[in-house]
């Protein structure tokens, strides 16, 4: 996927706001973000695996500990793309969050 059809997917797809609500037994709720989940109708789902392919070929290896759960740290692979973070969870959930509100902290190569 070339970074035109990267822009016209994540400018169409149906972006949904995780909602504030506590998870667990901390109280805390997740960090904001959106998300989008390939099995959704209105998803081009080769458009959303080509985009997971860019992500995992193009974008950078981090960590993040959710505030939720501090014990567990996670890492994924993220892609910055005009002022957003992209990464992925499982093979059928994309997420984003704006730039500037980035929790992740990179792993140095």
């Not at 567990?72 to 892609?79: A, G, P, R």
């Not at 499982?90 to 980035?102: K, P, Q, T, V, Y």
Request: charged share 30%; hydrophobic share 35%.
């Amino acid at each position: 996927m070339k970074l035109k059809q990267a822009r016209e997917f994540t400018s169409s797809a149906p972006w949904r706001a995780v909602r504030q609500e506590p998870v667990g037994d901390t109280g805390k709720a997740p960090d904001p973000h959106e998300y989008v989940i390939r099995e959704w109708g209105r998803v081009d789902t080769d458009k959303f695996h080509a985009f997971c392919d860019l992500i995992k070929a193009e974008g950078y290896e981090a960590t993040y500990v959710a505030p939720y759960r501090p014990d567990y740290v996670m890492k994924n692979i993220y892609l910055e793309l005009d002022g957003w973070c992209y990464w992925r969870i499982g093979a059928s959930m994309l997420n984003r969050e704006r730039a500037e509100h980035r929790k992740h902290k990179p792993i140095p190569e």
